[in-house]
């Protein structure tokens, strides 16, 4: 392994899971949860659906820059759209890669890219303060139960 990939394979840290939510329909609010189970088609009582946008996640980090660049406070992780929110651990640098969240291994596979729903959100502007800082979308390998709290950590 060259010292590129070796630099590019450690993290400081684990993350944690800070929020998760589902949402039973395409365009109705996220509910909130503590735990959620994860199935092969994505969240337990989320509309998701299987194939690489199963379980979408987001950076607790990049809610404080949305609102910054909306010229406000953090904005709320059910207005993003994302079931999983994670802090402590950078997402982007984890592309391709299996990760565990709590008991369930998902793939992150490609960005989340914002839809036109964030300029509804979040008023002019919306679309681009989430640009760059929308998440990442995943795919299911092995199911398993999800907490608030849980460790959010690489598997290869």
């Not at 980090?61 to 406000?72: K, M, Q, S, T």
């Not at 999983?84 to 990760?99: P, S, T, Y």
């Amino acid at each position: 392994m060259s010292e590129l990939h070796a630099m590019m394979a450690r993290h400081a840290q684990p993350g944690r899971v800070e929020w998760i939510g589902v949402r039973s329909q395409r365009r109705a609010d996220l509910v909130p949860l503590e735990t959620a189970q994860v199935t092969v088609s994505g969240l337990e009582g989320d509309h998701g659906r299987a194939g690489k946008r199963a379980v979408t996640l987001v950076q607790a980090e990049h809610l404080a820059a949305i609102g910054a660049y909306l010229g406000r406070s953090p904005v709320w992780p059910g207005q993003l759209r994302r079931n999983i929110v994670v802090a402590g651990l950078n997402l982007a640098a984890l592309k391709d890669r299996r990760i565990a969240v709590g008991g369930a291994v998902l793939h992150l596979s490609t960005i989340c890219a914002p839809c036109s729903r964030m300029e509804e959100e979040f008023g002019h502007g919306g679309y681009a303060a989430v640009r760059g800082h929308g998440g990442w979308c995943a795919s299911v390998v092995e199911p398993g139960l999800v907490r608030v709290g849980d460790a959010v950590r690489p598997l290869d």
